[in-house]
């Protein structure tokens, strides 16, 4: 399974400059990507890879962990964003 960040961010995120930090990603910077994304996508992803399910099925094998990790570092994200949208992920 993958994430189609397009859903979640469907318009560009060109306008959170994260130059003023020396290329990190500040809190601030993490809560003006919160205020441009899709919320419902967001409610739809935190519904795939965290269901209201018991915890034990919750719980994300290493497998997974290392794959959303993967794709996180891949694609230069902070790992602190994916947090955002699944907890149980960082």
Do not use: C
Request: hydrophobic residues 45%.
């Amino acid at each position: 399974m993958s994430i189609e960040w397009n859903r979640i961010f469907p318009k560009s995120t060109a306008s959170v400059d994260i130059s003023n930090e020396g290329g990190t990603v500040s809190l601030a910077d993490l809560k003006a990507l919160d205020a441009l994304a899709n919320q419902d996508e967001v409610k739809h992803y935190r519904d795939v890879f965290a269901p209201t399910t018991p915890a034990l099925e919750r719980t994300p094998k290493p497998a997974s962990i290392k794959a959303i990790s993967d794709i996180t570092f891949g694609n230069a994200l902070p790992l602190a964003l994916l947090g955002m949208y699944i907890p149980s992920a960082v």
